[in-house]
């Protein structure tokens, strides 16, 4: 079982750093244009993830904005 503090850290974060919304809901994928973004696909300012880049965030679609889920990927063609 996951340690209570590890989800009072998460939402420490998300409190503590502005969430920038980068791709709106319904926007296309700048790669992949048939790619159509259900949710609002945004990161944390200031923060930096494994890709060097923000902490993703998927915003829902529920009115009350708390973090109810997390995903963890792991590329495993460039795992060592």
Not at 17 to 42: E, N, Q
Request: aromatic fraction near 10%.
């Amino acid at each position: 079982m996951v340690d209570a503090r590890f989800w009072q850290f998460l939402d420490e974060l998300i409190a503590t750093h502005k969430l920038v919304i980068d791709r709106p809901r319904g926007s296309a994928h700048p790669r992949h244009p048939s790619l159509i973004y259900p949710l609002d696909y945004a990161y944390l300012e200031d923060t930096t993830a494994a890709d060097g880049a923000g902490i993703d965030v998927w915003v829902g679609s529920l009115p009350d904005k708390t973090l109810n889920a997390i995903a963890c990927t792991v590329d495993l063609l460039s795992f060592r």
